[in-house]
C-alpha cells in the first residue's frame, strides 16, 4: 500500500480525524495570515497588501467560520451517535463535509489575494459542507432512539443558527 492511500485511510477511518487536522491547520493559517496583515499594515515588515475583503471582516470570518466548525462538527459527528443511541455518520458524510469545507477556506484565502468573487465561491462551498453536515447531525437528531434529546437540539439549533450566520456573511 502506498503512502498516500495510507494517510487516506487513516484520515477518514474517524469522523475527528480529518476535520480536526483541517480545524489545527486552519487555525495556524489563520493567524499566520493575520501577522501578515498586521506587520504590513503598520510597517514592521512587508507591504500593505490589497486584500479583496477588508482584512478585519476577513479575520473574523476565518475565526468564526473557518477554524472553530472544524473542531465542532469532528466532535459532534462522534458524539451524537453515542449520545442517542443513533445511526453511525458515514465516512463519505464526514469527509465531503471536510473536503468542501475545506476546499471553501483555500478559496477564500485565495479570493483575498485576487478577487471577491473567488471568495464568494469559497464561502458558497463552506456553506455547502456544513449543510451536510447540518443535514447528517438532524437525521440522526429525528431518528435516533433516545428519549432524552435536549442537549442535541440545543445544539443542533446553535449550527443552523451559525450556517444562516454565515450565509448572512455571504449576502453581505
Known amino acids: 500500500m502506498n503512502m498516500l492511500s ?25 493567524v499566520l495570515w493575520w501577522i501578515f496583515d498586521l506587520t504590513g499594515r503598520y510597517g514592521i515588515a512587508g507591504s500593505l497588501t490589497g486584500w479583496s475583503v477588508a482584512p478585519t471582516w476577513a479575520h473574523a470570518f476565518l475565526m468564526m467560520y473557518g477554524f472553530f466548525p472544524f473542531f465542532i462538527f469532528g466532535f459532534l459527528f ?8 443513533g445511526e453511525k455518520v458515514k465516512p463519505q ?24 468573487a473567488i471568495s464568494i465561491t469559497g464561502v ?21 432512539p433516545a428519549e432524552d434529546k435536549r442537549h442535541a437540539r ?15 456573511y455571504l449576502v453581505w
Open 154 to 168: 440545543v445544539t443542533s439549533v446553535a449550527l443552523v443558527m451559525g450556517w444562516l450566520g454565515m450565509a448572512a
Open 6 to 30: 495510507t494517510v487516506r485511510d487513516h484520515l477518514s477511518a474517524a469522523p475527528h480525524r480529518s476535520l480536526f487536522l483541517a480545524g489545527a491547520l486552519q487555525g495556524v493559517l489563520t
Open 93 to 116: 458524510e464526514y469527509v465531503t463535509t471536510c473536503l468542501l469545507m475545506a476546499g471553501g477556506i483555500v478559496l477564500f484565502y485565495a479570493g483575498l489575494l485576487t478577487h471577491k
Open 78 to 85: 462522534t458524539t451524537y451517535p453515542n449520545w442517542m443511541n
Open 124 to 144: 458558497e462551498l463552506m456553506l455547502s459542507g456544513w449543510g451536510i453536515a447540518l443535514y447528517v447531525l438532524l437525521r440522526i437528531l429525528l431518528t435516533a
